[in-house]
């Protein structure tokens, strides 16, 4: 069974800065795309940013210059170094992999439980 684990959310001032972690675990035969993504009460989820096994990142022009994303193939883990956080930035934020399972011949789309982040005074 596969898992994505989130962590490092928590309440922040503006223009401070958090560092966001999602680790895959369980039988994992290879990890193709991961990413973020956030929900804002009332909103709907947007993509934050995604990077790929190989090649270039994407990020949603909200976050461009601020956040960073990167990947640790070697530990299946995605980090969001988020930078000069705004109110705006507030959401619960969810890590997502299109892997494929060891018991499957299959790439699908997976996702983390999601982690709170909070930029206020």
């Known amino acids: 069974q596969v898992q994505l684990v989130e962590s490092g959310g928590g309440l922040v001032q503006p223009g401070g800065s958090l560092r966001l972690s999602c680790a895959a675990s369980g039988t994992i035969f290879s990890i193709n795309a991961m990413g973020w993504y956030r929900q804002a009460p009332g909103k709907q989820r947007e993509l934050v940013a995604t990077?790929?096994?190989?090649?270039?990142?994407n990020y949603a022009d909200s976050v461009k210059g601020r956040f960073t994303i990167s990947r640790d193939n070697a530990k299946n883990t995605v980090y969001l170094q988020m930078n000069s956080l705004k109110p705006e930035d507030t959401a619960v934020y969810y890590c997502?992999?299109?892997?494929?399972?060891?018991?499957?011949?299959?790439?699908?789309?997976?996702w983390g439980q999601g982690t709170q982040v909070t930029v206020s005074s």
């Open positions: 990077i790929p096994s190989g090649g270039t990142t």
């Open positions: 997502q992999a299109d892997l494929r399972s060891s018991s499957s011949a299959y790439v699908r789309r997976y």
